[in-house]
């Protein structure tokens, strides 16, 4: 499949359903940083990313044989930028719910112990970050500073981020960033 040319893990099953579907794009059963929407129109067409590495390929439609008629050529491009700005508002509503979300465990959460499992293990310092149920929580934020998701990582060292947040481009500072 074309997603499987662009180095992602497809999905079992593709639904053409005009609506966003979430996948495994590394293949890992609790990943689902893949989406992609099929429309079986006219002229099937769709498009998909990944939210982990920020690619996507938009407005990829079927070969038909034939060229397409000015008109419908319109209605085409009319239509995706449409379902387009669809999938961009659910897009930033979901990172939105996230960075609440990421805002209230961090505000419950409490200061990581250098005695952490984890940290003891890998002999390193807290650092400032925190714990929230046994979990070290790495706040993640953007260029302007603002908190976008959470980093948690559990006692073995396995590491997962808040689900629907922006996580490239965001980073987190350990000491003081202004030196």
């Known amino acids: 499949t074309l997603i499987a040319a662009k180095g992602f893990a497809p999905p079992a099953e593709i639904i053409a359903d005009g609506e966003v579907h979430r996948f495994s794009s590394s293949g890992k059963p609790d990943d689902n940083a893949g989406w992609y929407v099929l429309h079986d129109e006219l002229i099937p067409r769709g498009s998909f990313g990944d939210f982990r590495s920020g ?11 034939r060229e397409l008629s000015a008109t419908e050529k319109v209605e085409v491009l009319t239509e995706q930028q449409k379902k ?3 999938r961009e ?5 979901l990172r939105d719910e996230a960075i609440k979300k990421a805002q209230a465990i961090l505000s419950a959460s409490t200061p990581a112990l250098d005695t952490h499992p984890y940290l003891a293990r890998k002999e390193v310092k807290a650092h400032g970050i925190r714990t929230w149920k046994g979990l070290l ?24 981020f808040s689900k629907d947040s922006k996580t490239q481009g965001c980073y987190h500072v350990i000491g003081d960033a202004s030196q």
């Not at 690619?55 to 070969?63: D, S």
């Not at 508002?89 to 509503?93: I, L, P, V």
């Not at 500073?145 to 006692?155: D, F, T």
């Open 137 to 160: 929580l790495i706040p993640l934020i953007d260029e302007t500073g603002e908190l976008q998701s959470l980093q948690y990582i559990g006692e073995d060292g396995g590491k997962k």
């Open 84 to 86: 387009d700005a669809e």
């Open 55 to 65: 690619a996507k390929v938009r407005h990829w439609q079927a070969e038909i044989g």
């Open 89 to 93: 508002a659910e897009d930033k509503r």
